[in-house]
């Protein structure tokens, strides 16, 4: 299918099902939710791995409507972007994950913990500790793949 403009996810559907004779409804994006298996597999690994209450710095981009500069923090500049920064324990943004979007960036200040990915994330690049990181790879429910920066090609991001 070639597309010569820009396009959105229904439009792809439309032209997949109609490519394929499918009459199934389009698949919901995840537009940055988790689903409830993934955040479960997160939440089972952070709660044990670190304490619920550490507090992860999140940065979620301010281009969504759906973010409430009333609940974060101030508007930062990051990567090109605006973001609203909003300071949220393990806890509480693993709760968020599934009914809200979890933000593109996220770190603790021991830098024991950190994800980043692109904008309505399907995957996240994660840095952590080796305990964490072993028994993230070691989940079955999780899809993983190990990233080395010395010969993967990673976003600009990748690096902070």
């Known amino acids: 299918m070639e597309l010569a403009d820009s396009t959105d996810w229904f439009e792809l559907w439309d032209r997949h099902a109609e490519s394929e004779r499918s009459v199934e409804p389009a698949p919901i994006p995840a537009r940055g939710r988790l689903d409830p298996l993934t955040a479960r597999a997160f939440t089972d690994t952070l709660m044990l791995q670190a304490s619920p209450d550490t507090v992860l710095h999140c940065l979620y981009w301010e281009g969504y409507g759906s973010v409430s ?7 930062v500049h990051q990567f090109g972007h605006d973001f609203v920064s909003s300071d949220l324990t393990i806890r509480q943004l693993m709760r968020k994950a599934t009914s809200d979007r979890i933000p593109e960036f996220a770190h603790d200040d021991l830098g024991n913990f950190a994800w980043g990915t692109n904008l ?27 990233i080395r920066r010395e010969s993967d090609l990673l976003p600009v991001s990748s690096g902070d």
């Open 69 to 75: 500069t009333d609940s974060g923090g101030p508007i």
């Open 120 to 146: 309505y994330p399907d995957s996240l690049i994660i840095a952590s500790t080796e305990p964490i990181y072993r028994a993230l790879i070691n989940d079955p429910r999780l899809d993983t793949v190990m």
